[in-house]
RNA sequence: GCCCCCAUCGUCUAGCGGUUAGGACGCUGCCCUUUCAAGGCAGAGAUCAGGGGUUCGAAUCCCCUUGGGGGCGCCA
C-alpha cells in the first residue's frame, strides 16, 4: 500500500519549529517510501482564525523545501484540503454515527456544569461531560429539535471497558472508558471539532501513518473508538515527543525562539534547521550527525524515533549552521551575509573579499555585524591590548613595531597581501624577530579588538593604505 | 484530583542481558598558524534518577518511589 503521511497546521500566524519537525518527520517519511505528503489545513476554529497565517504555512514548508504532494494550492484526488471546505462531509457522517447510535445530540448550554460526577469520594469534578443529554427521551429531543434548540452532536463512548492502541513509537496504550467522555463531534456552529475532523479527514484521505505530537496519546483511544464505530481501518499512530525550551517547558513565545521566522531572521539555514530538529528525536544510528536534506530523505527511518523528549539547544544549532555554511558556494554564503552587513561595510569595503575570509568562521550569521563592524568604526580599545604574554609583546615593543611599520607601510606602491606580508615579514627580519611579535599589535591597532575574524593582513588590505596607516598612528598615540 | 507517557555526561544521543558505557555540541589543554577563530589532536565530564526484585550476570527485564512532561475545552 503507498505510504500516505499528511501535515496538518492549524493557521496560527506562524510556525512552531516542533510543528516543523512534525512536517519533516511526516515529509521524511513519504518520500523515503516513495509515498505522497498531504498538506491539510485545519481552520475548524473559527474564533481563532488569524489573517493570512495560510500564507505562512506555505512559505515555510516552500523555504524549507518541505514539498507537499496535494493540499489546496496544489489540489489532489482526495480534496478539499481545507477543513471549513469540508463542512457538508463532516455533517453527513456525523449524522451516520447519530443514525447508527454511535453519537447523539446535546441540547446542553455551554457554561451549563455538566461534569461527570466521579466515581467515588474524589476531589476534582475533572471528567467531562456526564452525558445527561445521552440519557434524553426521543420525544424530549424531538421536542427540543421542534423548538429549535441548537445543539451539538456528541460521541457516544461506553463508561464500561477499556480501549488500546498501539503507537508506534510508544507501543500499546491502554485508556479506561472510565477517563474518557463524550466528546464534541460537531459544534454547535457546525464545524467540527479537531477530534471528528481528523479521524474522518485521514480516513477519506487515505493516510497510512499519522504523526503527531504526543499530546494527542491521551485521546487516541476515543479516536480509535470512531474508526471502529464507523468501520474503518486504523491508521499507524506515530506520536513525538515534544521539544522543550532550556528551563525543560514547552517552548513557547515568551521564552525565546519557537517560530521557523525567528531562525531564518537570525541567518540559519533552513537546511540546519531542518538537520537539527531531525535529530531532536531521531537518530540515524550511526555517528553521522551532518545531513542534507536528500541525506535525510536516504537515512530516515521511523523506527528510529525515540521517546523522551528533548531540550532545544541552539548552540549546536549553531555549530550545524556553522558546518553546513562551510560546505555552501561562496557566492551563496556571499548572498546570505550580504544581509548582515551594515551599510558602511558594505559600501566602504570589498565585501565579497571579506565574506570569503569569514565563511569559515561564521556559525550564526546574526553574530556578523559584531565581528565585522570595527572595520568601519574603531572603537576606542584600552592599552593593554598590546600586552600578550604568548608574542611577548610590551607597550613599549608594540610603539616600536608600530612606529616601524608605519614607515615601511607608507613606502609600499602597491596594496595587496602579498606585497603587505612581505613587507610586514621584512620588518620581522631586520628585528630578527618571528613574525608574531609583529603581527599581534599591528592586528591590535588596526581592530582594537583582541578577537577577530581574520588576520592583520587580510584586514589592512580590506581597510585600505590610508585607513591603515591611520589607526597606526592611533595606536602609536596609545602607547 | 484522576489517567497516560518519559528518565544514560550540562545538552542531543548510541546502547536493546556480559562494553574500559560510544559519539556530537559545549567546556579545558596542546599542535598548527599571522593573534583570535577555523582545522588537527587530547582531556575532563554519566555511582546509567533512587530503591527493591528476576538472573551466574542488569543501563538494558519486572515492581515501587521520586522527578519531569502531557491529557481531562463547543482549542488544536
Redesign the pocket.
Known amino acids: 500500500m503507498e505510504v500516505r503521511t499528511r501535515f496538518a497546521p492549524?493557521p496560527t500566524g506562524y510556525m512552531h519549529i516542533g510543528n516543523l519537525r512534525t512536517a519533516l518527520y511526516s515529509y521524511l517519511h513519504a518520500r523515503k517510501n516513495k509515498g505522497k505528503f498531504i498538506l491539510r489545513i485545519?481552520d475548524?476554529?473559527q474564533?481563532?482564525l488569524v489573517a493570512d497565517s495560510i500564507r505562512v504555512i506555505y512559505d515555510s514548508l516552500a523555504v524549507t523545501g518541505l514539498e507537499h504532494d496535494e493540499g489546496p494550492d496544489k489540489g489532489g484526488p482526495v480534496g478539499p484540503y481545507v477543513q471549513s471546505e469540508r463542512r457538508a462531509i463532516y455533517k453527513e457522517y456525523a449524522e451516520r454515527l447519530l443514525s447508527e447510535g454511535h453519537a447523539y445530540r446535546c441540547f446542553?448550554?455551554?457554561d451549563e456544569k455538566t461534569e461527570k460526577q466521579p466515581d467515588e469520594e474524589?476531589?476534582?469534578p475533572?471528567?467531562?461531560?456526564d452525558g445527561r443529554c445521552n440519557r434524553l427521551s426521543e420525544a424530549e429531543v424531538k421536542e427540543n429539535l421542534a423548538k429549535g434548540r441548537p445543539y451539538?452532536i456528541r460521541q457516544k463512548i461506553d463508561r464500561e471497558g477499556q480501549t488500546s492502541f498501539n503507537d508506534f513509537v510508544?507501543?500499546l496504550?491502554?485508556?479506561?472508558h472510565k477517563?474518557l467522555?463524550d466528546q464534541?463531534l460537531l459544534?454547535?456552529?457546525g464545524?467540527p471539532?479537531?477530534?471528528f475532523a481528523n479521524v474522518v479527514d485521514d480516513h477519506l484521505m487515505g493516510i497510512t501513518h499519522v504523526m503527531r505530537g504526543?499530546?494527542?496519546?491521551?485521546?487516541t483511544p476515543k479516536y480509535i473508538l470512531l474508526y471502529r464505530a464507523f468501520g474503518w481501518s486504523i491508521p499507524e499512530h506515530i506520536h513525538l515527543p515534544?521539544i522543550l525550551n532550556e528551563a525543560?517547558?514547552?517552548l513557547s513565545k515568551r521564552e525565546g525562539s519557537v517560530a521557523l521566522s525567528d531562525f531564518l531572521e537570525k541567518g540559519y539555514l533552513p537546511e540546519a534547521i531542518l538537520n537539527y530538529i531531525a535529530?531532536?528525536?531521531w537518530?540515524p544510528?550511526t555517528?553521522q550527525?551532518y545531513f542534507t536534506k536528500a541525506g535525510l530523505v536516504e537515512k530516515f527511518d521511523i523506527a528510529?524515533i525515540?521517546?523522551?523528549?528533548?531540550?532545544f539547544?541552539e548552540?549546536?544549532l549553531s555549530?550545524l549552521n556553522g558546518q553546513h555554511l562551510k560546505a555552501m558556494k561562496p557566492e551563496d554564503a556571499h548572498k546570505l551575509f550580504l544581509k548582515f552587513y551594515p551599510e558602511k561595510i558594505v559600501t566602504a569595503l570589498d565585501v565579497r573579499k571579506l565574506s570569503g575570509l569569514i565563511q569559515?568562521?561564521v556559525e550564526k550569521p546574526a553574530d556578523i555585524l559584531g565581528m565585522v563592524s570595527f572595520l568601519s568604526e574603531l572603537d576606542e580599545y584600552p592599552m593593554e591590548l598590546f600586552v600578550?604574554k604568548?608574542?611577548k609583546t610590551t607597550p613599549e615593543s608594540s610603539r616600536a613595531v608600530l612606529t616601524d611599520l608605519k614607515s615601511i607601510l607608507s613606502g609600499l606602491t602597491s596594496w595587496e597581501?602579498a606585497v603587505i606580508?612581505a613587507a610586514v615579514n621584512s620588518c620581522a627580519e631586520a628585528k630578527g624577530s618571528k613574525?608574531?611579535p609583529i603581527?599581534?599589535p599591528l592586528?591590535i591597532a588596526l581592530s582594537g579588538l583582541?578577537?577577530?575574524?581574520?588576520?592583520?593582513?587580510?584586514i589592512a588590505e580590506l581597510l585600505g593604505k590610508d585607513e591603515t596607516l591611520r589607526r597606526i598612528s592611533v595606536g602609536i598615540g596609545k602607547l
Do not use: F
Not at 504526543?214 to 485521546?219: H, L, M, T
Not at 583582541?450 to 587580510?458: F, H, L, M
Open positions: 492549524s485545519e475548524t476554529d474564533a481563532r446542553c448550554e455551554k474524589q476531589e476534582g475533572l471528567l467531562g461531560y451539538v510508544y507501543g496504550i491502554t485508556v479506561d477517563q467522555d464534541i459544534k454547535r456552529d464545524y471539532t479537531y477530534n504526543c499530546e494527542y496519546i491521551s485521546s515534544h525543560g517547558r514547552k535529530l531532536l528525536g537518530n544510528g555517528e550527525e528510529r525515540g521517546r523522551s523528549p528533548a531540550i539547544d548552540k549546536k555549530w569559515s568562521k600578550n604568548k608574542n597581501y606580508y613574525i608574531g603581527m599581534w592586528r583582541a578577537v577577530t575574524p581574520t588576520g592583520a593582513i587580510e
